[in-house]
């Protein structure tokens, strides 16, 4: 085969592989569920939340040097729920990370490796690593979960090739009715790499939009039936 026959077979595999991803990512953002607004100035500044909405994707607008959206790369996500599970129940579920792989469908490990010292007995830190799977990649990351007994999980990669920054923070706080919960939840994500991040972020907007009612599934079977609320 000449040089010429394989550069040209080459260049029009790149071209059909570049287009069946663009086909792939205007699929995924047709059918997502989840609203946008632009341009989040730092994470203090998510705290607003909208009037007409609980939950809010947010991305910013700036592109890079690949002229790849940062929009693609860069997310935060919240979501402000009452739930009818109490605080203390809804923290214990959150916190007890070395579970996550019993019933989060994309853990496919979950496991702490390291417990910190601490000098409030409320007050808990460690570090846990996670395996996380989307259809057609798997990621191992190390995170440092930072808790506030019963108030608020927080988590932070600290080893991930896959996220330039991950943050997930869950705050609990009694609801309108005894027995349940206002909730807020937050993820704040970017990822390393352009080449891949248009994909990889249709899967992942999916699954955190969907964590909430995750976590809400494990306290029904582990507490029973939820309290009746109206939201």
Not at 166 to 185: A, D, H, M, R, T
């Amino acid at each position: 085969m000449s040089p010429f026959s394989s550069c040209s077979k080459a260049i029009g595999s790149l071209i059909s592989r570049r287009n069946s991803i663009r086909h792939l990512v205007k699929f995924g953002e047709k059918s997502g569920p989840i609203s946008y607004h632009p341009n989040p100035t730092s994470v203090q500044g998510i705290f607003q939340f909208p009037t007409d909405a609980k939950s809010t994707f947010c991305s910013s607008g700036r592109r890079n040097f690949f002229g790849c959206n940062d929009s693609v790369l860069s997310k935060i996500y919240e979501e402000k729920r009452v739930l009818g599970y109490s605080p203390e129940q809804l923290y214990n579920v959150v916190a007890a990370v070395d579970l996550y792989q019993d019933f989060l469908p994309w853990c496919q490990r979950s496991q702490i490796l390291k417990q910190h010292p601490h000098n409030d007995e409320n007050d808990e830190s460690f570090d846990a690593e996670l395996e996380i799977g989307f259809n057609f990649f798997v990621e191992s990351y190390v995170s440092r979960v930072e808790l506030i007994k019963p108030k608020r999980v927080k988590t932070t990669a600290l080893d991930t090739t896959l996220f330039h920054h991950l943050i997930n923070i869950w705050e609990f706080n009694p609801g309108p009715v005894q027995g349940s919960c206002n909730v807020y939840f937050l993820v704040d994500f970017k990822f390393q790499s352009p080449l891949y991040g248009k994909v990889a972020s249709m899967f992942f907007k999916d699954v955190v939009s969907r964590l909430v009612g995750s976590f809400n599934e494990r306290c029904r079977i582990i507490y029973g039936p939820a309290t009746r609320v109206l939201e």
